[in-house]
């Protein structure tokens, strides 16, 4: 984790009044921030937009699928083979 992202956590921990949560941060500090580490801005970018479904609800690649079931006398589910 880079520095500004810890700095980041530590300050939304401090508006939620988690004072605790932040004394036990910094003692890791050394083990979870690298100072070395710059991420990318595109994986930055990627991690702060939503998940987007690429296709609509009537498109898309996948194919419905028809499957039979079968419950036994205990009330579990499985797939009823042809056999």
Do not use: H, T, W
């Amino acid at each position: 984790m880079d520095s500004q992202s810890y700095a980041d956590i530590l300050e939304l921990l401090d508006m939620a009044g988690r004072q605790d949560l932040i004394v036990e941060l910094q003692s890791l500090k050394c083990k979870i921030v690298d100072e070395c580490y710059n991420p990318k801005e595109d994986i930055k970018k990627s991690k702060l937009k939503k998940n987007k479904e690429p296709y609509s609800d009537d498109e898309g690649s996948a194919e419905e699928e028809n499957i039979k079931v079968k419950i036994d006398q205990e009330g579990f589910y499985s797939i009823d083979s042809d056999d």
